[in-house]
């Protein structure tokens, strides 16, 4: 039995009506119908996939009360004002003060989809090179840890590439990823109906379960930059 009760569409109405309104007023009216339908059952997804992340990872942080994305904006550092989002994401990762940048699984919807996916960003270049280090010490690992990210129904992208290859003479089924700066696996789906059942705890379960040679993959990279002291962990808290 599952947690989870599901985002029904009335929900991801309402939330796309809260932002349409922008207005203070109209989500404190509908500050609790909003939480009962959106923040909990994302809090609850957690809760459900819990075992999986802690098998994975023991220390990835599920604590359902700090992993989901808040309905109101923090407008201090954005040029954009609007005070509410009608999308609402979760990400499960070790604790983000203690271990900046550790690679990420997330779960996103919004009024026109949703998506789930696995990440790693970085702050400084030199920290996404352990990455690279280990796929040039382990290609048949990693190419096995990719063919198991597709296996899962995960597209491999980056948000950014340096525009000469990063590694001239590797091999060339291995530079669009030793060319990224950061990369996510991510699916999509336009099927909201998804999301209004368990159906869609089924479906985060099986990509976490079939993507996790990734996940130990990235993780190993990240350890390795960590123990060089390349990650601040107190610089990111200030």
């Given amino acids: 039995m599952y947690n989870y009760s599901g985002i029904k569409p009335e929900t991801i109405e309402l939330l796309a009506l809260n932002r349409f309104n922008d207005s203070k007023a109209f989500y404190e009216e509908h500050k609790e119908e909003l939480k009962q339908g959106a923040t909990v059952p994302m809090r609850q997804m957690i809760l459900d996939v819990s075992d999986l992340c802690n098998d994975l990872d023991p220390l990835i942080d599920t604590n359902p009360t700090y992993l989901v994305s808040r309905i109101r904006r923090d407008t201090r550092r954005t040029k954009n004002k609007m005070l509410y989002r009608e999308n609402l994401w979760l990400m499960l990762r070790r604790n983000k003060f203690a271990y900046p940048f550790a690679p990420f699984y997330w779960f996103e919807f919004e009024p026109t ?3 789930i996916g696995l990440a790693m960003l970085t702050a400084k270049p030199a920290q996404f090179d352990y990455v690279r280090k280990l796929i040039l010490k382990e290609p048949e690992r990693w190419l096995n840890a990719v063919e198991a990210a597709k296996q ?10 340096y525009k000469k290859d990063k590694v001239p003479d590797a091999p060339e089924e291995l530079k669009q990823y030793l060319n990224a700066k950061n990369m996510h696996f991510i699916y999509n789906c336009s099927d909201l109906r998804k999301i209004a059942t368990t159906e869609i705890i089924d479906e985060l379960r099986y990509i976490i379960s079939v993507s996790s040679p990734m996940y130990e993959f990235l993780i190993e990279a990240y350890d390795n930059a960590f123990n060089e002291g390349l990650i601040d962990a107190e610089a990111y808290k200030r």
């Fill in 113 to 115: 989809g949703y998506a």
């Fill in 152 to 161: 899962a129904g995960l597209s491999f992208g980056s948000w950014d590439y």
